[in-house]
């Protein structure tokens, strides 16, 4: 079952990346990276890619091959979409409304 759920994230991340978004969230460790995609699905990225988990909206761990893919295609994905300061989120997101309405004028 994680293969295949292993490969939907993948493919989701690399297609569609903007259904996911960074958990803004003060209890989050040191290192660990929370991202949530629009239906919920929660995965936790630590400091390499045996960290690589599901908690919410179940547990689900993955086989280390998994995992790796998982993290390869969160690095990619975390260079095309860096981790905005909270305090700073709205703005940016007001900009990049900004900039598609500016553009489809």
Excluded at 77 to 98: S, Y
Aim: charged letters at 25%; glycine letters at 4%.
């Amino acid at each position: 079952m994680d293969d295949k759920l292993s490969k939907t994230i993948i493919d989701s991340l690399k297609t569609h990346p903007d259904n996911w978004d960074y958990s803004y969230n003060s209890s989050i460790p040191e290192g660990y990276c929370k991202i949530i995609h629009e239906t919920g699905v929660t995965l936790w990225v630590g400091n390499g890619l045996f960290f690589v988990s599901i908690y919410d909206p179940v547990n689900i761990s993955f086989r280390l091959i998994e995992k790796y893919k998982i993290w390869k295609a969160f690095k990619k994905w975390r260079k095309k979409n860096p981790f905005i300061p909270p305090e700073n989120v709205n703005k940016v997101r007001t900009e990049k409304i900004m900039k598609i309405l500016q553009g489809s004028n």
